[in-house]
């Protein structure tokens, strides 16, 4: 089973910037936490990932909470383009041979 | 820098046929993972290979799902006898040695249909 939450769903408006939520209550301290994301008719793409401290790359920012039990992709713009699926995934090599177990993802909708 | 190659884009099987999914890791990858998307469903993991090793088939069904990766050519997953259930999209993704901490790069799958 997939040890995040995440809302199934949330809506943006395009250029405005967008949090979404993540949930891992039960993180492990050699899990980092990575955010995929995929479009319709595609492989998933990967976003960004993390450990303890916040993450900024091209594509988006990664805030992590202190305790490390929730984290926030940002993106800093919405365009059409981002609408997508969303998964955040707990990766733990050692223990679990680095495969990624998806949950649902949130589905995030972006309007003109 | 060529990505994931996966092969075919779509497969079209009748009842009882095989059917062969290729999947060509990025240059210098020697892990691959493979994964199946049900319609209107999430990605489940499958199986996890190194280059002739099958490290984790904890997702792979018991029966007719096979696979592997030779020390020359791409990763191969193998459906004997396929059934509509097995009708999905397929999904690959390769890292180098020692990466988990390191992102996985996939594919744009195969979309197998079983009429």
């Known amino acids: 089973d997939a040890k995040t939450t995440q809302p199934n769903s949330m809506e943006s408006n395009e250029e405005e910037p967008v949090h979404l939520p993540c949930n891992h209550s039960t993180i492990s301290g050699t899990d980092y936490i990575h955010w995929y994301r995929q479009l319709p008719s595609q492989g998933p793409e990967y976003v960004i990932h993390g450990l303890t401290s916040n993450v900024n790359n091209r594509m988006a920012s990664l805030a992590i909470a202190e305790d490390r039990k929730s984290s926030t992709l940002i993106l800093h713009r919405a365009t059409l383009r981002d609408a997508a699926v969303y998964y955040c995934?707990?990766?733990?090599?050692?223990?679990?041979?680095?495969?990624?177990?998806f949950g649902q993802g949130t589905t995030l909708q972006v309007k003109p | 820098n060529a990505g994931v190659m996966q092969n075919p884009r779509h497969l079209v099987r009748r009842r009882g046929q095989e059917a062969r999914l290729r999947c060509s890791p990025m240059?210098?990858?020697?892990?691959v993972y493979w994964y199946r998307q049900l319609p209107e469903e999430g990605l489940k993991f499958m199986v996890y290979l190194q280059k002739e090793n099958i490290i984790d088939e904890s997702g792979m069904p018991k029966e007719r799902f096979s696979a592997e990766f030779p020390k020359e050519g791409p990763s191969i997953l193998r459906i004997q006898q396929v059934v509509r259930g097995d009708s999905a999209a397929y999904f690959c993704d390769s890292s180098p040695l020692s990466s988990y901490n390191s992102p996985l790069h996939f594919g744009n799958g195969t979309r197998l249909t079983v009429t």
């Open positions: 995934i707990l990766r733990d090599g050692p223990s679990n041979t680095g495969k990624l177990i």
């Open positions: 240059k210098g990858h020697s892990h």
